[in-house]
């Protein structure tokens, strides 16, 4: 949080006998934080605020969470869902596919945790259901290691674009090329594949993609694989033009990978991509994320599937 709320005021009370911490509000309507606590002995202790019972989950553990007035869930976390099942399809793969027939297919980097924290079946089977979009499989897809593979990694794209997504399609019966999604490094991961195999994909979903960049991402350089992302991003700045899809990149309005994410929509518009780009009022996380899958990743499938 101190990245973007400065040094906030923190002073005993003594009128209150309370300890208060005031903060300007970020440009945010939701709020996730934990407290670090010091004892005399300076052992330190991270815990979510014993005062506020509201919960987010995310990769590291629950945060506490802060609504602020205009902040509003999803209404399709309280839609009926459509009918559907889970099925593995490998050790690499794990499907939803509605009970209706479907021929299109939605893929996901860090399948698991989309699944988990963003509730991304609960959103397909909700939006199926509703009528918003065509019936659709959700395949979340889970690599052995992460940072290796969606660091613009050769050989991952390599074995996602020749045999796991073929197989993929053949399983399901797909006969249409599938719309990638990821989330942060899984968003720039989507982007390698997507410009080495552009005939399987219809469309791109990109959230806070880790679109690292030498004059706004330095804070980053620590990565094992800093340097290979940035000759990445540097190819596609540079082309001067791209196997143009639809594509929607989000992004938070209070977090550092908003400036690196604003320079790739704009790059990919130039090279013909149809580009939508929203700056979502969140922060680097899963929440933010689910929030932003309707309407953004709705218009996206009604745009490409329609």
């Known amino acids: 949080m101190c990245g973007f709320l400065g040094s906030p005021e923190f002073k005993y009370r003594p009128e209150h006998r309370r300890w208060e911490l005031r903060l300007p509000r970020p440009d945010a309507a939701r709020i996730e934080y934990k407290l670090e606590l010091t004892d005399r002995d300076g052992h330190r202790e991270t815990i979510c605020d014993p005062g506020n019972p509201r919960r987010a989950p995310g990769g590291y553990g629950d945060s506490s969470v802060l609504w602020c007035p205009d902040y509003r869930e999803p209404d399709w976390l309280h ?43 609960r959103y397909a089977a909700a939006s199926i259901a509703a009528g918003r979009v065509n019936p659709f499989h959700v395949v979340l897809l889970a690599p052995e290691d992460r940072f290796e593979a969606y660091s613009a990694s050769s050989a991952y794209t390599r074995m996602l674009t020749t045999k796991l997504l073929p197989h993929v399609s053949a399983e399901l019966g797909a006969t249409a090329p599938v719309i990638g999604a990821g989330a942060s490094l899984g968003a720039l991961g989507m982007l390698h594949a997507q410009r080495a195999a552009p005939g399987l994909f219809a469309g791109l979903f990109l959230q806070s993609g880790s679109f690292f960049q030498h004059r706004f991402d330095a804070q980053e350089s620590g990565f094992a694989r800093y340097q290979r992302i940035t000759r990445f991003v540097a190819q596609v700045l540079r082309a001067p033009a791209g196997p143009a899809v639809p594509a929607t990149l989000t992004c938070g309005t209070v977090e550092e990978n908003l400036a690196n994410n604003r320079d790739l929509a704009a790059t990919l518009r130039r090279q013909g991509y149809e580009v939508t780009f929203v700056e979502n009022r969140d922060a ?3 929440i933010g994320w689910r929030d932003a899958l309707d309407p953004h990743l709705t218009h996206l499938l009604q745009r490409v599937w329609p």
């Open 284 to 286: 680097h996380n899963w």
């Open 79 to 121: 839609l009926p869902p459509a009918e559907g099942d889970w099925h593995d399809l490998g050790p690499l793969a794990r499907a939803w596919s509605p009970a209706c027939p479907a021929d299109r297919v939605l893929i996901a980097h860090d399948g698991p945790d989309y699944q988990r924290y963003a509730d991304l079946g």
